[in-house]
C-alpha cells in the first residue's frame, strides 16, 4: 500500500510495565495497514526494546530529541505533523502529568505539544497512582483539551493489586483508534 495514502499513528510508549504489550499493539496496526511511527520514551525502553518496535513497525523507533531529522529537519514536528493520531500506550502516571502540564523534554512530549491532530491515552498504573488526586487532576485537564482515554480496566495488576490501572485490551484501542480516524476523515 501506498505510504501517502495510509493513516498514520505515532505511537508513544512509556515506562510501564505493560509497555510489553505495545508489541502487540504495534503489530495489530500495521497489519490494519495503517503506518505506525513508534516513540519510545528513556523509561519506555527499559521495558521494551526499540528493536522489537523497529521490527514490527518496519521503521526506526524514536527514542531522542535529538537525532537528527531529515535534510535538517527537526524530527519531533514532523512526527507531529504527519500523524492522523498520536496514541501514547501504555501512557504512565509521569507522561500523564508530564503532558497535562505541557513538558516537551523528550520525544513524546514534544510530539503531544506540537500536533493538532486527536490524542489517545491508555492509561497503565499501579490503582493507588491512578485513583491518586494528582493523577485525577491531571485527567481532567487532559480530558478538558480533548484528549480521548481507552480505558484503564479493571482486574489484576502486576504489582499484585486488583483495581482499575491495567492497559485496556489491544482490540479495545485499535477499535478507538479506528473510529478516531472516521471521526477525523469525516472533518475534513
Ligand atoms: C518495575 C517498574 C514498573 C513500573 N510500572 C509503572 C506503570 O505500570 N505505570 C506507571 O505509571 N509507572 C510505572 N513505573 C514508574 C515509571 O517507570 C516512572 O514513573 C518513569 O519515570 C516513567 O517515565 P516516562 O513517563 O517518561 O516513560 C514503574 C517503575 C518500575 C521500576
Known sequence: MDDAKRPCVVLGVTGSIAAFRAADLASAMVQKGWEVHAVLTADGERFLPALTLAALTHRAVHTSLWEEGKGGRMGHLDLARLADV???????????????????????????????????????????????????????????RGVIWVGPSEGRLACGAEGPGRMAPVLEIVAQIEKTLRQKKGKK
Open 86 to 144: 498520536v496514541l501514547v500506550a501504555p501512557a504512565s502516571a509521569d507522561c500523564l502529568a508530564k503532558s497535562a502540564h505541557g513538558l516537551a523534554g523528550d520525544v513524546l512530549g514534544a510530539v503531544l505539544l506540537a500536533t493538532e491532530s486527536p490524542v489517545v491515552m491508555v492509561p497503565a498504573m499501579n490503582t493507588q497512582m491512578w485513583k491518586h488526586a494528582a493523577t485525577q487532576a491531571n485527567v481532567k485537564l487532559l480530558s478538558q
